[in-house]
């Protein structure tokens, strides 16, 4: 059911069916998100007025202590889930290690593991602009009973149950899969209800947008240097807008509707890339494989990518099928930067 003007709540409920080993849990986690984003999202709102309520480290009116919001929006997250004790653990990009949790019996018998960013591309909330919190659903493959271990989480991005963005841009968006295409739903602040405003969202094959930091451009790698030197160029269709806002979820969001790619390679200086495999790359490759877009390191598939530690960068090329196609032959001519 992807009926327009349906409300989120509508919307879980009547899609039960599509979640796999359904059993109402995944309904009420994705619930969990959807009610700590309505928090974030009030505070992220209010940022502006941190001069006049009082700024990170200082006490507010009520005598509690102000925090920076990724801080804020990370114990909100990680609340939300930990008190409705719907998920076994959760990591978070924020945290140096993962949480165990057990449910509400005092067992370990939750099947879900949450990985997660919860305010990512912070450093924009200074200057009011957008900023998402990147959320990735897997299985446990641990027994059930027992705490959540290390490799519930290490695991490859095929394996994800669901995965999903919340965009605090000029209005607030929840976006996510359950491996049934993208759905895209607006808050409606007034009544703090998101309805279905984005049905079946869906990359256009082609582009003409680029998104990377072009001031690192020296410090990339030369299959890199080659195609924005494409992109550039005057022929076809060319030469491409470049949008960068430098905030994965919004360049991301604006690519899968105007038809774009997102690049964050290796360089030398940061030699892995910036960005995490399990709580930015893999949700985002998830949805945009749903979205009929391509997620990859610039040589292979993301989402097929072994993970070997929780805060692991890899390079990320991500987008309009087509486009990233062209990146990666240009990639493929330079094999020695394959390996990072
Ligand atoms: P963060 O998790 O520390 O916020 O970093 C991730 C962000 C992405 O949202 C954004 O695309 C990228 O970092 C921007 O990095 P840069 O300033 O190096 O271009
Ligand atoms: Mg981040």
Redesign the pocket.
Known sequence: MTQKHSTLGEFIIGNQKHFQYSSGELSRLINSIRLAAKVVNHEVNKAGLVDILGSAGDTNIQGETQQKLDVYANDIFMQTMTNRQIVCGIAS?EEDNYVSIKSSNGKNDNKYVVLI?PL????NVDVNVSVGTIFSIYRRVTPIGSPAQLEDFLQKGTEQVAAGYIVYGTSTMIVFTTGHGVNGFTLNPAIGTFYLSHPDMKFPEDGDIYSI?EGNYVHFPQGVKDYLKYCQAEEDNRPYTSRYI????S?FHRNMIKGGIYI?PTSTRSPKG??RLLY?CNPMAFLAEQANGVASDGYKRIMEIDPTELHQRVPFFCGSKNMVKVAEEFMAKYPENAKY
């Open positions: 990009e960013d990512d591309g912070s450093s930091n430098g905030s994965l979820v360049d964050y910036k960005l930015e």
